[in-house]
């Protein structure tokens, strides 16, 4: 076949998949006027406001496995088990994190040895949402007394715990190893991508009553020659005998331009640093700026992350943590101290941590299960 005709079939054939995908996309909306608008999450990571000179962390970054451990090492010690230093922190890890009083992995069993105090946040601004509904960090039915922030654009009574604990942890920053990895895992095998269906939508730009549902996608990313996220690509949702995997929904309002949530508990799928989750975010709450040609969006999700279900994550990410720098106990101790959200009813002490997540998403095409089509067209 000549180049040329190889090229129109090439375009013939791409034209029809995307004309089914879009007929597809449409008839999921719920009636003959509504839209429905789909997005592919691209990129998540902890909110953390970094300024240029990290004044946020006026004592610098903590310290991770490896100086903690050497550094209770006599020098006779110290010189044979790194070979004078010359061992990477790689290799010195596996001796770096057994370092309980029988040789036990301290990630696994986070109280058993007494590390150095976790250094946090002492900044006054962050990403985030007022979650408690005061400016004062008071306790609240709901959640135990905290500091409150200052948002970016001012706003008072800011929670994000999260980023007061793991702000001055070096592997959590934008320049550290633990997102960056997250995130190219994800683009590179296609584990635990996030899809956002927005339906019911009369007008892009203002509609106060549309419905958020969130659900797990079991394509890979379609990328340009560049390594670039392609928007407009289908998505199928991850199902399993007939039923969604996800779908947690939440109602919403758009508003120029911008869509905004309703608090409530949503499940997202996880992967990265080889670790899959379910992530449970209680009082989840979703703010996203919608692109002009509505190709792209940029968003934050706010809401109370589960102290152990961090610190499974944390305790996953394994020899990673030695180029990453972060410390499990430490970590583990400032958690519990810090959680300010969902009391335990018999304890009283915070079991959750509020928190904010800043991400990108791409347009996209979502591809129902017929079977799960025809149930939600049934209770519509």
Known sequence: MSNTKAFSEITRRTGAVLATALVLAVSFAPNAQSKTLGFVITTWNTGLYESKFVDECPEGFNIGYDEIWWRGLSKPERARLTDNGLKSRLERYFNAIRRGPNKEDVCMNPTIVKDPPLLTVEGKVSYGANLDGNADGGATANTCKHEN??????????????????????????????????????????????????????????????????????????????????????????????????????????????????????????????????????DMRLRLELSEDGAKVNGMASGYYGVDQLMFYIGGLGPISSTAISNCPSIYLAAHELADGHPDPQTGKCTALSSAYNFRAVAAFIIHPKAEQTASADQK
Do not use: W
Request: hydrophobic content about 30%; aromatic content about 12%.
């Open 149 to 282: 922030f200052t948002g970016l654009d001012g706003t008072p009574g800011i929670d994000n715990q999260m980023y007061r604990l793991l702000g001055c942890v070096y592997g959590f920053r934008s320049y550290g190893q633990f997102e960056v990895n997250a995130n190219e895992n994800r683009k590179s095998n296609g584990n635990g991508m996030t899809l956002i269906e927005v339906t019911g939508v009369d007008d892009e730009k203002n509609d106060n009553d549309v419905k958020v549902s969130f659900y797990r996608a079991i394509d890979q990313y379609t990328l340009d020659g560049g390594g670039n996220f392609t928007p407009f690509a289908s998505y199928r949702i991850d199902a399993a005998g007939g039923k969604l995997r996800y779908g947690s929904a939440v109602k919403g309002r758009i508003e120029n331009g911008v869509l905004t949530t309703d608090e409530g508990d949503v499940n997202l799928p996880f992967y990265g640093n080889y670790t899959y989750m379910n992530q449970e975010i209680k």
